[in-house]
């Protein structure tokens, strides 16, 4: 593995280059946070807290040492969303003086029949929404510096439990709290790394990045989150600049987080788009440029069959090339999939007609695509596709 030093940031200002007038994910922030810690003593609970048996969890002994953990703004300085208002559209709100673009990226999660989606446009400034679907607990998180999504359910210990932003970074990725134990989460590992409950693991839901445009095209009945002020915060009535991107120079640059990454693999350009599949040992990354070169990739990692693509907007998947237990392998036809005498939707995984109308493939990965840098550091020595 070849690993050299890239330009870090060397603090929140020159990591959010692209901020507009000042703005920032934690614009107004620099005094006393909510409950009057100021930046420099703010802490959670779990900042002392040990616990007596090492875990390991993929390559990482766990608890986290507390110095490994890096402080990136005060505790719920990036106020997390406790109470998401749903709709179809946001023009119908006073309150909020933004265009939903179809251009916008967002998160997109179907479950128990509902389908939403999650403008990347507010997940920029608060990171984490606390939602439900029916009487099922859900938190859809996003790392910017990672540009990471990952859907979980809620539970912490079985009981739901609401998450917020902490403040901290590890390996320059969030790292959330749950407010039942004040334990500390890493958002790409969904997995406890200090506190009571070390070791416990989020249980992840399929998710999908894509543009707004495609995704409702995709689900004609889905809802979208509404900014605050008309979605509630964990700190009350919030509102930021959702017209503006505060990471826009940071995605474009070699910038590694906020100044704390000093090597990363560099094989790809930190900031390439991956998505990476784990099975059977084995961890594989699959470039976006490599994927749309290849239209269609037909691949096995660790024994488990798959198929990778990407749509014309730039939305990469992955499926389990598998139908009724039989491995068969995939074209591509415009913006579907055909495989076994039906044509598949690329972008849900579900057959639009043929004998296997109505069937949906398994999703292949448990986490969105992410920058490479980011998928290298939780996944040491990851293979690359087509190399």
């Given at each position: 593995m070849?690993?050299?030093?890239?330009l870090?940031?060397l603090?929140?200002?020159?990591?959010?280059?692209?901020?507009?007038?000042?703005d920032?994910?934690?614009?107004?922030?620099?005094?006393p946070?909510?409950?009057g810690t100021t930046?420099?003593?703010?802490?959670t609970?779990t900042?002392?807290?040990t616990?007596?048996?090492a875990?390991?969890?993929?390559?990482?002994?766990?608890p986290?040492?507390?110095d490994?953990?890096?402080?990136?703004?005060p505790?719920?300085?990036?106020?997390?969303l406790?109470?998401p208002v749903?709709?179809d559209?946001?023009?119908?709100?006073?309150?909020v003086?933004v265009?939903?673009?179809?251009s916008?990226?967002?998160?997109?999660?179907e479950?128990?029949?509902?389908?939403?989606?999650?403008p990347?446009a507010?997940?920029n400034?608060?990171?984490?929404?606390?939602?439900?679907?029916?009487d099922?607990?859900?938190v859809v998180?996003?790392?910017p510096l990672?540009?990471?999504?990952?859907?979980?359910?809620?539970?912490?210990?079985?009981?739901?439990?609401?998450f917020?932003?902490?403040?901290?970074?590890?390996?320059?990725?969030?790292?959330?709290?749950?407010d039942?134990?004040?334990s500390?989460?890493?958002q790409?590992?969904?997995?406890a790394?200090?506190?009571?409950?070390?070791?416990?693991?989020?249980?992840?839901?399929?998710s999908?990045?894509?543009?707004?445009?495609?995704w409702?095209?995709s689900?004609p009945?889905?809802?979208v989150?509404?900014?605050?002020?008309?979605?509630?915060?964990?700190?009350?009535?919030q509102?930021?600049?959702?017209?503006?991107?505060?990471?826009?120079?940071?995605?474009q640059?070699s910038?590694i987080?906020?100044?704390?990454?000093?090597?990363?693999?560099?094989?790809?350009?930190?900031k390439?788009?991956?998505?990476?599949?784990?099975?059977?040992?084995?961890?594989?990354?699959?470039?976006?440029?490599?994927?749309?070169?290849?239209?269609?990739?037909n691949?096995?990692?660790?024994?488990?069959?798959?198929?990778v693509?990407?749509?014309s907007?730039g939305?990469?998947v992955a499926y389990?090339?598998?139908?009724?237990?039989?491995?068969?392998?995939?074209?591509?036809d415009?913006n579907?999939?055909?495989a076994?005498?039906?044509r598949?939707?690329?972008?849900?995984g579900r057959?639009l007609?043929?004998?296997?109308?109505g069937?949906?493939?398994?999703?292949?990965?448990?986490?969105?695509p992410?920058?490479w840098?980011a998928w290298?550091?939780f996944?040491p020595g990851?293979?690359?596709?087509?190399?």
């Amino acid at each position: 593995m070849n690993r050299r030093r890239f330009l870090v940031a060397l603090g929140v200002t020159s990591a959010l280059g692209g901020c507009l007038e000042g703005d920032s994910p934690i614009a107004g922030d620099d005094g006393p946070d909510a409950t009057g810690t100021t930046t420099a003593d703010a802490t959670t609970a779990t900042d002392t807290a040990t616990t007596t048996t090492a875990t390991r969890v993929g390559s990482f002994d766990l608890p986290i040492p507390k110095d490994e953990l890096r402080r990136g703004a005060p505790k719920d300085a990036i106020p997390a969303l406790t109470s998401p208002v749903f709709a179809d559209e946001w023009a119908r709100f006073d309150e909020v003086d933004v265009a939903l673009d179809d251009s916008f990226e967002v998160v997109g999660v179907e479950l128990d029949g509902i389908a939403r989606a999650y403008p990347l446009a507010i997940l920029n400034w608060h990171e984490i929404v606390n939602d439900s679907f029916g009487d099922r607990p859900v938190v859809v998180t996003y790392c910017p510096l990672c540009g990471s999504a990952v859907v979980a359910d809620r539970l912490v210990a079985g009981e739901p439990t609401y998450f917020g932003v902490s403040g901290y970074l590890w390996m320059s990725d969030l790292v959330m709290y749950d407010d039942r134990t004040e334990s500390l989460w890493s958002q790409v590992l969904a997995t406890a790394i200090r506190g009571d409950r070390t070791g416990d693991t989020l249980s992840l839901l399929p998710s999908t990045i894509s543009t707004w445009g495609e995704w409702k095209a995709s689900h004609p009945e889905t809802e979208v989150l509404v900014p605050p002020p008309v979605s509630g915060t964990i700190r009350g009535r919030q509102t930021r600049n959702y017209g503006v991107n505060p990471y826009r120079d940071y995605q474009q640059s070699s910038t590694i987080g906020i100044g704390f990454n000093d090597e990363v693999d560099d094989r790809l350009h930190p900031k390439t788009s991956v998505l990476g599949i784990a099975a059977g040992g084995v961890a594989r990354a699959y470039p976006l440029d490599t994927v749309n070169e290849a239209g269609v990739v037909n691949d096995t990692v660790g024994g488990l069959p798959v198929v990778v693509t990407a749509s014309s907007d730039g939305t990469l998947v992955a499926y389990v090339r598998r139908i009724h237990g039989t491995a068969v392998a995939f074209e591509r036809d415009g913006n579907a999939l055909l495989a076994a005498g039906s044509r598949w939707d690329l972008l849900t995984g579900r057959a639009l007609d043929g004998p296997h109308d109505g069937t949906t493939l398994t999703r292949a990965n448990d986490r969105s695509p992410m920058f490479w840098f980011a998928w290298a550091d939780f996944n040491p020595g990851t293979e690359i596709y087509g190399r």
